[in-house]
C-alpha cells in the first residue's frame, strides 16, 4: 500500500486565513505565522494566488522571509526578487545563507542579479561573486562558505571557544563537522563537535581529528558529491581547492536535494522525453511540448522503419496475411522485456552497482535470462493460437500449427533480442559519453520494434515455406 | 556529460594486498586497514572471494568489524554472522548501534536471531528486542535508539554537561540534534548541539529550544520520514510513541538509503517489472525470472487482446492490405507518448507536486497536450506516405492521399490517446491502493495497443469506404 505523500496540511488549512489577513490586517501576518517552519510557509506562498505572494513575504520579518525564499519554488522567488526595489532584494538576500543567495541570484535576470549583488555589505559581495563563478551542478556550485575551521594546533578548549563564539555570532549552517587546517591553512582533519566535545581538554585538535578526510574539488560533479555523502554516510563533504585548502562545504540537506533532482531527471529521461527541469505543474505549455515533441518525433522517425521493414515482406504479408494479426503482438513483447532491462541496468548504473566495464557480464546474464523470459512467452504465444483453433474462436486455416510455431519461435527471439538490446543501450551511450537514462523504453522499443518485424518475418520465411509462403 | 560514478578505487587497490596478507600473515590486516573508512572496508569485502570474507572480518578488530557490518551487502552480513559461533556474532553485533544491529538481526535465520539476542547484554538485548518489533519500512524499523535528551527545566550548563559525557561514553549516532523533555517525559523540544553552545550560560533549555517539532510515530511508512526529512532540511526525525514520548531518532544517513530504495522501486517498477528487492548483481537467475516473468507473462496475456483486435479487422485488412504496413508505427506512437506521460505523473506524484484530486487538472491539461503532438506526428505520418508515393519510393496505389490522411489522423487520436492513459493510469492506481509507480510504460502501452488498433481502423473505415473499404 503506497503512502500518499504530501498533502501539506498545515500550509493547505492556513492559506485562506492568511489572505483575509493580507486584505484587512497585514501587520499581523508576522505574528501569525511566528510558529511555522519556513518550509511550510513557503507552501503557503505557493498556495495562495501569485499576486499575492510579494505582499505575503514583504509582510513577514526580514530574516523569516529570508528563510522562506530558500524553500520556495523558483520561479516565484524569481519573480519576487525580481519585482522588489534593488536595496530591499539585496538587505532580503544578504540574510540568506551564502549557498541559498547563491542559488536564488544565479536564477533571476543576470544584469538585476548584478545590480543586487553590487549592493550586498563587501563581505557578503565577495563570497557571493566567489560561489556565482561555480557551475550550479558542481560541488562549487552547491557548497556553502559558512563552516567551521580551527588550527589543527590548537587545544580542544580553545577550539570549543572558538566554535561558541562562531555559533553566537549567529553561524547558521555547517557547524556539524568541525575542520582542521594545518599551518599553510590546508585541510588536514576533521571531526565532529560531539568528538570535540568528547575530547580530553589538554588534547590538541591533531590528536583528536580523523586526517582521512573525503573530499571535492570544486569542479566535482555533483553527482560524485552524493554519491560520496551516501556511501561514508556523511552529513557535509568539504570543498578543497587544488592546493588543499578548504572551499566550503556542501551539506546534507542540498545533498538529497541533488538525489532527488537527478532522480527525478532520470525518470522522465527514461520515459523517453526531454528531463522538464521545472516542476509538472509549472512549465508552461510550449515548454512540455518542446520537452516531449523532440524525442517524440525522433522516436516516429525510427518508427517509420517498421513501415519500410512491412513493405519489404509485402509479398509474405500478401500470401499469408493471417500473419498480420500477431504483428502487434511480437512487436510489443519485444519492447516489453527491453523496458524491463533498460530500466534495471540504467538504475543500478545510478546506484554505482555496474560499471562500463561490466558490460560483458550483463550480456551474459541476460542472453539466458531473455531466452528463459521468451521461451515461457512464446510457450502462450503458441498455446494462443492453438488453442483458438481447437475451441472454433477463429479459422487459421490448415497450416495452424505452422503459424503458432511461428509466433512462438518469434516471441522468443524477439524477447531475448528486447533483454539484449535494452541492457546493452546504457552502456553503449555511457560509453560515447551520452546519460545511459536516455535509454528509454521507447527508444529501445523503436530499435526492437523494427529489427523484431525482420526476426517475425524471417521466421515465418524459414518455417512456411512451401505450405502458405 | 554523465558523471561516472563509483569506481571504488580504493577498494579495488587494495582487495589483492588483502588476500596476500590474509594468506601470509592475517595479524597484519589490521594494521594495514586502519586508515580506511568501514564503508571501504565494506567495499574490500565485497571484491574479495566470499569464502575469504569471513576471515577477513575476523582479522580486524571488533569494533572495526561491526562497523564494516553496516555498510556490508545483506547476503554477506547475513552469511558471515550466520557461520559464526553465537556468542562471536553476539560480542559482534553489540559492538554496532542499535539500528545497524536490529537490521542486521532482521535479516538472518529467525532461531539464529534468537540465539544471538538471547547472549547480548541485558541493556542492548531489551533494545534490539524493541527495535525488531516494528516493520523494517517505518519510521520504528529505521529509528536508532541512542539519542540524546535533556528535561527541559535543566539550565543550558547542565545540559552541556550531560551531553558532554555521553559523548565521552562512547555515544556515536544522533548527537546532533538535542530533545528536550517536560517533566511526563513527553518530547518538548529541539535544539542544535550548537545552539546549547551559542546558549546564554544562564538560560534554561526551555528558553532556547524551539518548541515546533516535526515528528513522527513509529508506524509512520518511511516515505513520511524521507519527505519531512527533505522537506524541512531535517538530520534527524525523532519518533514518538502516541502518549508524546520519544522512543528514537531516524538519522539523515538512513533517510538518503531509503530514498535511494524507493527510487529503485519506483524505476524498476515503471520498467514493468517486480522490484527486484536486492542488487541486479547479486540476484539469482530464478528469482530475476520471476521478478520479470509475471509481469511479463500478464502484459502478454494484455496484448494477446491485439491479435482479437486484428482479427476483427480481417476483412478490412484483406481489402486493404496496405493498411497492415502501418500499424508498427502507429500503435508505438501512442506507446511512447503514453511512457512520457506516466514517468512525468509518477515522478511529480512522488514528490508530492500532484496528488490524487488533481488528476482532473492533469487531465486538462493533457488533452491540448496530447492532440498538439499528435497534430506533429501526424503531419510527419502524412508527409511520410505522400513523399515515399511522390519520389517513386512506394506505390499505394490512387488512393494514396487517402492512406496518408489516415494515418496521420490516427496518429494524432492515437498520441493523444496514450497522453491520456499514461496521465490518468497513475492517479487510477493510486485511487485504489496501488502503487502509482506500477503504470509501467509497458502497461500503458498495452492499453494504447488495443485501443489504438481500433482507433486506425475506424478512421480507414470512415475515411477509405468506398474507395479502398
Redesign the interface.
Known sequence: ????????PVAALLAPDILDLLEENPSAVAAETE???P?DLADVAELIPREQVAAFLSALPAERAAATLA?LAEDLRTDFLEGLPTSQAAAMVSQMTPDDRADALEDIDEQVAEDIVSELPAEARAETERLLQYESDTAGGLMTTEFVSVAQDMNVDEA?NA??AL??AG?REA??AIYATDKEGRLAGVL????L??AAPGATIADVAR??V?SVVPSA????VA?M???????AVPVVSESGHLMGVVT??D???V??QE??E???K????EA?DE???SIS?WG??RK??V???L???G??F??SA??GF?EE??RA?VL??????I???G???G??????????????????G?WWRVAL?EV??GL??GA??GI??FA?VVLWQELGI?DYGPHFQLIALTVGLSVVGV?ALGSMVGSMLPFAL?RF????ASA???FV??IV?VTG?VIYFLVALLLLRGSLL
Request: proline letters at 5%.
Open positions: 500500500m503506497p503512502f500518499d505523500p504530501h498533502e501539506k510558529e511555522l517552519h518550509a524553500y570549543l566554535v561558541r555559533a553566537r553561524r557547524t556539524y565532529s563537535l560531539r568528538e566535545l568528547a586526517t582521512e573525503a560533479d555533483r553527482q560524485e554519491r555523502t551516501a556511501d561514508y554516510d556523511l552529513i546534507v540537506d545533498v538529497i536535494d538525489i532527488q532522480q527525478t532520470d525518470v522522465q527514461m520515459g523517453g522525453m522538464l516542476p509538472y505543474t505549455f512540455m511540448i516531449r515533441g524525442w517524440l518525433c522516436l516516429f522517425v518508427e517509420l517498421t513501415a512491412m513493405q509485402e504479408l500478401r496475411l498480420s494479426l500477431f504483428v502487434p503482438l512487436v510489443s513483447s519492447g516489453n522485456s523496458s524491463q532491462a533498460t530500466s534495471m541496468i540504467i538504475r543500478a548504473m545510478a546506484l554505482g552497482e555496474l560499471k562500463l561490466d546474464r539466458p535470462t528463459t523470459l515461457i512467452l502462450l504465444g494462443r477463429w524477447v555511457r559519453g551520452l546519460d545511459p528509454s523504453a521507447p522499443a523503436t520494434d518485424l
